[in-house]
């Protein structure tokens, strides 16, 4: 370790040490920090990751990314300033979204993932923007390089940024074959709640109807019978959606359903399909439903309640509880129920959380 000169700045050079080898930078340096610096404010791997981005920290003299991973003695250059700012109390990273734990042990880490919340960073975006994938980074560092995609530690299975609900992510390698597989086979049980425009024609019921993107679209998925005359086009996917009103309201239904595929927007898609959309569902509600909300929400209302499977011969079940905000306007349009409400099933769905394991 020796301080050298700089044109620009003050640097240290660190040492990377054999037992932090094959690590990513930005988490060798954490501990590197903490283990010859115990005095000092640690930076937030957040923080060393933006210095890193910029140029400012250097491996063996050259410009790296955040995810390089070192090895045994190899020399990372950092400007002293790194240390001025006192670490955050709340990194965004972390503490700062809307993430909470419903169950842990060493093969997979169970959340609640709020509303607002990206899996992961869209290839536009910064790669330390806050997402699931930063957060469990940051949270438990040795799972980085747990799965297929190092920007995706852990990931299984996805939920939309305004879809709230139950995750589960894996902790090792092994874990996460596993869980693959198993989401790969449908012996996955995930179970949903929405709130939809108008009242569906059957309390209960299927979808099998195919998606495939819209045409010139990246973002948006439709089902379109006439196109799928003959030849499919190579985007169509089979999709399953089996549906259960559980309480009605004066304009709207509040549905459980249970998605047997797990397509890219498939429950969204095949609500719009039936005619009634989520409510809060700007891209896939059609304006004459637009025009029928009378709430005024920022997102789909649409939750991740429940998520069962078996992993290493246990089964598991796990329930989160719907959020504030949707418990809220569910209150707010209890008044207008009508006959037909199943009490029992609404009661249900604002129970706390349930984990059975």
Excluded at 228 to 254: M, N, Q
Excluded at 268 to 286: C, K, M, Q, S, T
Aim: hydrophobic share 40%; aromatic share 6%.
């Amino acid at each position: 370790m020796n301080i050298q000169d700089s044109h620009v700045q003050e640097v240290l050079t660190l040492e990377v040490p054999r037992h932090l080898r094959d690590t990513r930078i930005d988490s060798a340096l954490v501990t590197l920090i903490e283990e010859k610096f115990p005095e000092k404010n640690t930076p937030s791997r957040a923080r060393i990751g933006k210095v890193i981005e910029a140029g400012h920290i250097l491996l063996n003299d050259k410009p790296v990314l955040p995810r390089t991973l070192v090895a045994t003695h190899d020399s990372i250059t950092l400007p002293l300033d790194l240390f001025e700012e006192k670490v955050q109390v709340e990194p965004v990273s972390s503490q700062g979204l809307m993430i909470s734990i419903l169950f842990e042990n060493t093969d997979i880490l169970v959340i609640d993932k709020g509303v607002g919340v990206q899996m992961h960073p869209s290839q536009s975006q910064s790669s330390v923007q806050p997402t699931v994938a930063s957060w469990l980074r940051e949270m438990r560092p040795d799972v980085t390089t747990v799965g297929e995609d190092p920007e995706r530690p852990g990931i299984v299975h996805r939920l939309d940024r305004d879809t709230s609900g139950v995750l589960v992510l894996a902790k090792t390698n092994e874990a996460f074959s596993a869980l693959k597989t198993a989401f790969q086979e449908r012996s996955v049980s995930k179970k949903y709640v929405a709130l939809v425009s108008g009242h569906l024609k059957a309390v209960s019921g299927s979808v099998d109807a195919l998606l495939m993107r819209r045409p010139g679209e990246l973002r948006r998925y439709a089902v379109d019978p006439k196109r799928f005359e003959g030849t499919l086009p190579a985007s169509a996917r089979t999709a399953y959606t089996e549906y259960r009103v559980i309480a009605r309201y004066d304009k709207y239904d509040l549905v459980e359903l249970a998605p047997k595929t797990g397509r890219t927007h498939q429950i969204r898609v095949h609500l719009a399909f039936l005619g009634h959309p989520v409510v809060g569902d700007r891209l896939y509600a059609f304006k004459e439903a637009k025009g029928q909300e009378l709430l005024r929400v920022d997102r789909q209302l649409l939750h991740a309640q429940t998520l069962s499977f078996a992993l290493f011969g246990k089964e598991y079940q796990f329930q989160a509880p719907l959020p504030e905000d949707f418990r809220d306007i569910l209150k707010s349009i209890d008044e207008t129920k009508l006959l037909g409400y199943d009490d029992e099933a609404l009661n249900a769905c604002l129970e706390s959380s349930v984990v059975l394991a």
